[in-house]
């Protein structure tokens, strides 16, 4: 049986040289980091819970990749750069295959970001995954939620409603073609944190939040907090790719309600259009724009004809819906 | 049903206004924290368990003390000054009166320490505690484990001993009469973490760790990364009150392997004696010196003759047995 120290020692302290940030790494009470000049520290945690947050059995490898990037994606909604995470991790018991395979996936898109593990905690218990992700940004450049101003441009990255889609095969409610549920699962599985896309966005965009829970959820986060409602036109709303092949109305709906996104959804000035373009371009990701910001408060959805569709928020709450 | 969003804003998104260090608190993707000038951020992270760290049933009043106090610890241990704190929170339901004491006991001690609640998350799960630190320590400062010197005096701060009887007897192992039991309880389920001292000890003492898993595992990490060994004198170590009374084989058991104390260990040069007292006096702390540093390794217990005393390392490990 692994003791706790050898177990941390063997699959979670990488040694690495203290750098300009990372002063002093794993193996002490506290990490130390130096922040670099005139950069506010960007903070964000997400605990990730088996049966509620992923399936029992869910390939360890994926899990590391999840628990990381759904914390960079935190940090991408900011505009902050990935400096360092902390990682505690409740495991039922110390199975070396499923920490060799966790770590892999772990380490594989942090070394992708440049971000470093700085410290953790292991216990015993029900698979409790828990990040704290620590990132740079200048204050006055942040991508707060409740800087959006009315008649903003709404925009939002890559596609929407894949995770989501995958989530309902896996679940038994569904039935893809395999091919197609290999195009959906990868985004269930591994999303791919924005974190390029918002630094780009530094100074161009207003506001930006992360869709985690549903694009209606989440933006209703972001007006409730800048004080403003928002037109959404429903034919410019960006299906992935395996959604985009089943029936229209399922289309919408896993769009507006989908969750395990991790996209950016974001505001901007109309006079920045080509300003997002262009940053979208070197960060090498998709946006699309989606609709206006308005004065008051809500969302409506549009059709194609202006009519107003029928939909309401129905995002996923931890407390309020299983898994 | 209370929802997610409801739950934090009822019980931990108490509004502030930013301040020097906190720029942006809950309620974003990201807090934002500036970092005085000169200053390292110290960083921790604690995950309790329930049936492991803390039984089921457990007053939540004490929980929230003792979630942020073992953390608080951490910092403590290295000079760090308290400044903000993140929570991730797995609860079975959405239990209020189990919310407010657990709010309760959290804040009262966030409050007493300075430190400010900058995000979480909350989830339905096996319950779950996970509470990052973050304090703020000038680098030269700041007390590590690899600083130790040979000839050092090793000092440890309040008593030890007392979580441990407490714990026996709530396990059903041992009995004790009310009161005595009361003064034992009060130390495994409201550690006073010890950060007026480890802030007062900075540029005095040169190395110190937390003790929470017992004070020989404990030290001998501090002893393996400074490279040296240590002599402790068993009749210098300061029993708690409730332990004082217990026979002498199981005081000086308890006080080396007993675990849960949240005292610190640490050491400073001969010379510094008195300044040692000086800060544990102004840090309304007691301190005792138990020993020296020497060169090699390991740790031997000595009696008042000299002789070695056999003890061998039997500290707590979350994953080598249970609670």
């Known amino acids: 049986m692994l003791s706790e120290f050898e177990l941390i020692a063997r699959y979670f302290d990488r040694p690495q040289a203290p750098d300009n940030v990372v002063r002093l790494g794993v193996g002490d009470d506290c990490a130390l980091l130096a922040m670099p000049p005139g950069q506010m520290m960007a903070v964000s945690t997400d605990m990730l819970v088996e049966g509620r ?8 490898d994926k899990l590391g990749h999840k628990a990381l990037a759904v914390n960079l994606s935190d940090l991408a909604a900011m ?14 018991s110390a199975d070396e295959s499923w920490l060799a395979g966790f770590a892999q996936g772990l380490f594989a898109l942090a070394d992708t970001e440049g971000i470093r593990l700085i410290g953790g905690d292991t216990t015993r218990g029900p698979l ?6 620590m990132g740079s940004v200048p204050e006055n450049l942040s991508l707060r939620r409740d800087a959006a101003k009315n008649g903003d441009d709404l925009w939002v990255s890559g596609t929407l409603g894949d995770a989501r889609l995958a989530l309902e095969v896996l679940q038994g409610k569904s039935v893809l073609p395999d091919d197609v549920l290999a195009l959906a699962e990868a985004r269930l599985h591994r999303p791919t944190p924005r974190c390029a896309l918002g630094m780009a966005l ?15 959820g989440d933006l209703g986060h972001l ?26 109305q399922m289309q ?15 505001t901007a000035p109309l006079e920045k259009r080509d300003a997002v373009l262009s940053a979208a371009a070197s960060a090498n990701t998709l946006v699309t724009r989606i609709g206006n910001l308005k004065p008051g408060a809500g969302i409506r959805i549009l059709d194609a004809t202006g009519m107003t569709l029928p939909f309401t928020s129905n995002s996923f709450d931890h407390f309020g819906k299983d898994m």
């Open 79 to 92: 505009g902050a750069k990935p400096m360092a995470f902390t990682l505690a991790l409740a495991l039922p």
């Open 53 to 60: 947050h992923f399936f029992a059995g869910t390939d360890p």
């Open 223 to 248: 007006l409730a907090r800048s004080h403003l409602g928002a037109d959404i036109h429903a034919a410019s709303l960006p299906a992935g790719p395996a959604l985009a092949q089943q029936p229209a």
């Open 202 to 216: 530094r100074g161009i965009a207003r506001a930006a939040i992360d869709v985690s829970d549903g694009l209606l």
């Open 128 to 133: 409790n995954l828990c990040i704290t992700a």
């Open 252 to 266: 919408i709906d896993y769009m507006l309600n989908g969750g395990d996104d991790y996209e950016l959804c974001f």
